[in-house]
């Protein structure tokens, strides 16, 4: 979730996430799902082991990338895997759950309800028994819940794309107490419906429909009227941002996870222990899950180095992963994981200054010549990344991406730059700033003698993203574009980079970084429609395209026989076409206790924390 993720939604998208944007795309059957890919590990964990009960896991969060909102509705500034995945979903159950032995597919045994049933035009979704933790049963109602308010408050749900869901569902009804009939606008692929619209949905208690305190709403109840939604969301987006109260508010103690959150301070560490009412299939083994914020990965990798009795799992910072056998002896495993999903700068194409050059497809495509994704894998993230030339991942291994994106359809090159830029009527100052000339060739809104200069607010804390940016600086100046850098924590860089009109004035923001941009979540097909579809909730640059949408539409609906062809014409298009800048896609030097086992090197965002235990 960039954010965007946002995403969706930061940094450490499996174990570790800086905050990747939970982003997610809407699109076609994932059946061939992938998995992580293992670069290195050390210290086997299969010898036979005495498990235990009790004890605390330390888990790092990514650098600046801590959580910092509850609530599951969440609107782009906060839809983050570091929210959604790795805190949300530990108190509040998503109707699905993602993760399974490593691969993005659902897993039905840990979800909140059973495999959907289509016919024609009709989804029924029925749920497992789970109780919420004030007595009351999980419900059709809480599904209606969710969807009422997401009727009404679309515009501000990150995940939110125009035409799809919930614009696609015509009604839906509940058949009893437990089970929730859909009437969709038209027949979708059931695998596409699955995995990217229902797996937005998370049941809400109806103890969360209140305008006030001890003030009931009308959001909840089990007609699908939206009339009263708007004063719930907007107290529950209110009590959202006072952190203070996550441990006791009578809102967000009302859980149906197995996770209770015991503390929470204002730099993100939350400490969460048992859910003593959870229902769920598998109960916690461990006593107590602490999430430890960290400024920099330097000072995590400090903490990283005294051993698991500090830091049950953490990261190798990348340009410290010479020194990674001295950690592994310390007691660690090692492995390295790729998150699923894709590496990306959005240009804001509403800026009303540099708008206009960003909106030129020759500016979008030589700068994208002087991205050099290789030589930033070589000499920063140390050959622990994978390139990105378009948006469907090529790690971890999957039948997704084709030829064409695997090729580079823009390799790293000054010379092809500048030559763009003098065709379209700039005057070339390498070392200084190039100005346009002719208008009549620079393009439609850019002005006689405008600068190609840029201010690019990016991600603090990762020294190897803060050395890639600056090398990017760099190399633009060779070319004549002047790229100013600016730092802020994640949280702060994505509140900044949202969707804007250019009449607003927070949309004086130009170009923005953040380490590994896209995850593929809630959304779990990789198609564009959260990131590049017009208006979608995380188009972060208001990138906007007639083809674009017509190309996305047609992975939603393409029959199996023909998903494929219609997911590559949709990439090859977003590979060439540059809706973003695309950039390396980090992977994590995940390390974790020998003596913590059954945990998982998940491509996803999810924690599971209740499947872990310690060995003697």
Not at 254 to 271: E, N, Y
Not at 446 to 454: G, H
Not at 562 to 579: K, T
Not at 582 to 606: D, E, K
């Amino acid at each position: 979730m960039q954010r965007q993720l946002r995403r969706r939604w930061g940094a450490g998208f499996a174990l570790v996430g800086a905050g990747a944007l939970v982003l997610a795309a809407c699109g076609s059957s994932p059946a061939k799902s992938t998995t992580s890919t293992t670069v290195s590990s050390t210290t086997s964990t299969t010898a036979p082991a005495t498990p235990i009960s009790g004890g605390t896991v330390t888990w790092a969060e990514g650098a600046g990338a801590s959580p910092n909102y509850i609530f599951p509705m969440s609107p782009f500034a906060y839809f983050s895997v570091a929210n959604l995945s790795q805190f949300q979903a530990l108190m509040y159950r998503p109707l699905y759950w993602y993760g399974q032995h490593g691969q993005p597919v659902i897993n039905y045994t840990l979800s909140v309800a059973k495999p959907p049933v289509y016919s024609g035009h009709t989804v029924t979704v029925s749920l497992n028994h789970y109780m919420w933790s004030n007595g009351t049963p999980v419900t059709a109602g809480d599904v209606f819940f969710w969807m009422n308010m997401l009727k009404a408050e679309k515009a501000n749900w990150a995940g939110y794309v125009k035409g799809s869901f919930p614009d696609n569902v015509v009604s839906y009804k509940a058949l009893n107490s437990t089970t929730v009939e859909f009437t969709l606008n038209g027949s979708y692929n059931p695998t596409w419906f699955t995995y990217n619209e229902l797996s937005q949905i998370t049941p809400m208690p109806a103890a969360w429909d209140v305008t006030g305190p001890h003030t009931a709403g009308t959001c909840s109840m089990t007609t699908t009227s939206t009339a009263g939604c708007a004063a719930v969301y907007n107290y529950l987006t209110k009590s959202a941002t006072t952190i203070s109260t996550y441990t006791t508010s009578p809102i967000w103690t009302v859980i149906d996870g197995p996770w209770k959150l015991q503390s929470f301070t204002s730099t993100g560490q939350a400490t969460f222990v048992p859910n003593p009412s959870y229902t769920g299939p598998v109960k916690p083994k461990i006593s107590k899950f602490v999430e430890l914020p960290y400024t920099t990965s330097d000072a995590e990798y400090n903490v990283l180095r005294t051993g698991p009795s500090a830091l049950t799992i953490g990261y190798i910072p990348l340009h410290d992963l010479a020194t990674a056998a001295t950690v592994t002896g310390l007691g660690y495993r090692e492995e390295v994981v790729y998150g699923y999903g894709f590496g990306y700068l959005p240009l804001n194409f509403n800026n009303p200054t540099v708008g206009p050059i960003f909106r030129q497809l020759y500016f979008r495509q030589a700068f994208q010549h002087l991205v050099d994704q290789e030589g930033w894998n070589s000499a920063f993230y140390h050959g622990a990344a994978t390139p990105s030339y378009g948006p469907v991942p090529i790690e971890p291994p999957n039948p997704f991406a084709d030829s064409f994106e695997r090729a580079n359809p823009y390799p790293f090159s000054v010379a092809s730059a500048k030559a763009i830029l003098e065709a379209h009527g700039w005057k070339i100052v390498p070392g200084g700033t190039s100005t346009c000339i002719d208008p009549t060739k620079c393009g439609a809104g850019i002005k006689m003698n405008q600068p190609l200069a840029f201010t690019l607010l990016y991600q603090t804390g990762d020294a190897s993203f803060s050395a890639s940016m600056e090398n990017l600086a760099s190399v633009a100046a060779t070319a004549g574009v002047r790229v100013q850098l600016k730092t802020e924590g994640l949280n702060e860089v994505l509140s900044a980079a949202a969707p804007c009109g250019a009449s607003q004035a927070s949309c004086s923001w130009e170009i923005a970084a953040w380490a590994d941009s896209w995850g593929y979540e809630p959304d779990f097909y990789p198609t564009g429609g959260e990131i590049f579809a017009t208006g979608a909730g995380s188009n972060a640059g208001s990138y906007s395209s007639s083809k674009m949408n017509a190309l996305i539409g047609a992975t939603h609906v393409a029959p199996a026989a023909d998903s494929q062809r219609a997911l590559d014409a949709y990439q090859n298009f977003a590979a060439s076409n540059l809706p973003v800048i695309y950039a390396p896609y980090q992977g994590i030097p995940t390390v974790v206790s020998t003596r913590l086992r059954g945990f998982t090197f998940q491509p996803i965002g999810f924690l599971d924390p209740e499947s872990w235990y310690f060995v003697r």
